[in-house]
């Protein structure tokens, strides 16, 4: 086949349909419109780029659609050929979507868009959602916005800053009743709460996660509360580095408890092993740190010990 013809195949056949093809599918409270989570199993694929593009979360494959079918058949270049053009005039499964693009905010900076936001009071749609839905304090969504780190967004969600090592909003990570997603034309580098002279860095994969651990740990004054975002971009990976040179680091990895969670965790490891500097891998109870909060909400917020939940498990690496 014509090298033009390969890459015409490439533009007809969408990796969506790859993944129905092998059985993957559509995990909708995961996804973003520039990012859809497909699942088959234990198995993740996210696929970006407007369907031209993919990677693996729990390893470091990605590509394009022939990457993908050599990912997942284990076959030679021409096997991926024939696999793709078999699928040309498939319509895979579109995902259904609870808002439409406000494609006109990308034509705004992202800094600007969030000045122009209003900050969450106690009562509106997005305090009580914070509140009442993912149990976090009054007093940790005050600290949060007196620090600028939250602002109300559409229908009752919440926008959590992600700032740069100079402080400047980059983007954030928008929460909601229905909704979940990232700025349009945003850029993920940390979700951070907390003191900025910190020396023990808590990482976790979501803001509310991150929120939730602060509270669940009494707000530690020698803590930094961080997210990820769910995703590790060249800046992500930056800025935890930049924060573990500091004096006296300790770099915990409270990412969730799942298999996702543990390949997180596995390369802050090696982050800390770089830096020579102290680790803990500490598990929530259940998957995510919001769900052991509201567990503990649930309970009436006892607490066993210490300020951690009496099952949250720790490994230790000094």
């Known amino acids: 086949m014509e090298r033009n013809d390969v890459e015409e195949l490439k533009e007809r056949v969408l990796c ?54 050599a990912h997942l058949d284990r076959v030679g270049f021409p096997e991926c050929l024939e696999h793709v053009a078999n699928l040309v005039g498939f319509v895979p499964t579109e995902p259904l979507w609870t808002r439409t693009a406000r494609k006109q905010e990308a034509d705004v900076a992202v800094g600007e868009r969030w000045r122009r936001r209003r900050k969450p009071w106690p009562g509106s ?31 009752g969600s919440m926008w959590a800053a992600h700032t740069d090592d ?24 940390l979700f951070r709460f907390g003191p900025v002279d910190a020396f023990r860095f ?66 802050l490891r090696a982050i800390a092993n770089e830096a020579s500097c102290r680790f803990e891998r500490l598990r929530p109870t259940a998957e995510d740190w919001n769900a052991d909060l509201r567990m503990m909400k649930k309970k009436g917020g006892e607490k066993e010990g210490d300020t951690l939940l009496p099952h949250a498990r720790r490994s230790r690496q000094g």
């Open 16 to 69: 969506a349909a790859v993944l129905e093809k092998a059985g993957f599918a559509i995990d909708l409270k995961e996804s973003t419109r520039r990012a859809v989570k497909y699942r088959r199993g234990d198995d993740i694929i996210i696929v970006i780029h407007d369907g031209k593009g993919w990677f693996d979360p729990l390893s470091d494959a990605k590509g394009d659609i022939y990457a993908l079918v």
């Open 125 to 155: 749609l997005t305090w009580r959602y914070l509140g009442e839905e993912r149990a976090l304090s009054d007093a940790t969504i005050r600290a949060a916005i007196r620090h600028d780190r939250l602002c109300e967004g559409p229908h």
């Open 166 to 189: 100079a402080g400047l909003v980059t983007g954030w990570e928008e929460r909601g009743p229905e909704w979940r997603g990232f700025a349009t034309g945003g850029a993920k580098v």
């Open 202 to 267: 808590c990482l976790t994969e979501a803001a509310i996660d991150a929120m939730s651990l602060a509270v669940i740990e009494d707000m530690r004054s020698d803590s930094l509360f961080l997210s990820t975002g769910g995703g590790w971009s060249p800046s992500t990976d930056a800025a935890i580095r930049a924060l573990v040179t500091r004096d006296n680091a300790f770099l915990v990895a409270a990412t969730d408890n799942n298999g996702q969670g543990d390949v997180y965790a596995e390369r």
